[in-house]
């Protein structure tokens, strides 16, 4: 069963505007949550992560909303570059609350393009 | 510092065969998880190390092991090779001391694995 879903599997923004990101999880004992950015062929890298206990993390251009009445965060790139331009994952553990060690549970991507 | 490292990169097997992946984690990483990436499922964890003991595993068949070193570099063996084999997999490392903000995992540039 799918716990983390993105339902968008691509978006496309112009350069200079906002792109926004979107992700549901069902499992309500997550309580770590992470966006990691990837290219073909490469694995994926770390962008930003958020705790259960904040609502809302900043990092330059990225910053991470999380909603845990509705299961839902989000990520907000502004201003969005052509750089961007890569398939965005969505990721939760459970570590602190389960103590039971790592297992990222991801979601299938969305494929950000942002065209100049 | 040196990021997670992977090898090989690249592998082309034939089904029935066995294959061993290496991965060596940041230093000072005691954590090592594995993950595998197709295009139907998405990333999927498979197992995670910590000190030397597998501390968590995902929903995958026997044929699938790990283990780690005293020195936190790890391998996963995949006996009797299916088609259904063949992808990408991804070794991350972190501290692995309680997740959180300051234990985030950080991807190697995997290994693509082919099996004929």
């Known amino acids: 069963d799918q716990q983390v879903k993105q339902n968008s599997p691509s978006l496309s923004v112009q350069e200079g505007r906002i792109s926004i990101l979107n992700c549901d999880y069902t499992n309500s004992m997550f309580d770590y949550f992470l966006w990691y950015k990837k290219y073909p062929a490469e694995g994926p890298t770390f962008l930003i992560s958020?705790?259960?206990?904040?609502d809302k993390n900043e990092d330059g251009r990225f910053t991470v909303f999380l909603n845990k009445s509705a299961k839902h965060l989000s990520l907000h790139i502004v201003p969005s570059q052509p750089g961007d331009s890569a398939v965005y994952f969505c990721?939760?553990?459970?570590?602190?609350?389960?103590?039971?060690?790592?297992?990222?549970?991801f979601g299938k991507g969305t494929s950000l393009l942002v065209t100049p | 510092k040196a990021g997670v490292t992977q090898t090989p990169r690249y592998l082309i097997k034939t089904r029935g065969q066995q294959v061993t992946l290496s991965c060596s984690p940041i230093s000072g990483h005691r954590s090592v998880s594995w993950y595998q990436q197709t295009p139907g499922q998405g990333l999927q964890f498979l197992f995670e190390?910590?000190?030397?003991?597998?501390?968590n595993k995902g929903n995958f068949p026997g044929r699938f092991s790990g283990r780690q070193f005293s020195n936190s570099r790890s391998e996963m063996n995949v006996s009797t090779l299916e088609l259904g084999d063949s992808a990408l997999y991804l070794c991350?490392?972190?501290?692995?001391?309680?997740?959180?903000?300051?234990?985030?995992?950080?991807f190697g540039p995997g290994t693509r694995l082919t099996v004929l």
């Open positions: 958020i705790s259960s206990i904040k």
């Open positions: 991350a490392s972190s501290l692995g001391i309680g997740g959180g903000s300051t234990d985030t995992q950080y």
């Open positions: 990721a939760a553990s459970a570590f602190g609350a389960l103590n039971s060690g790592y297992a990222l549970n």
């Open positions: 190390y910590f000190s030397e003991t597998q501390r």
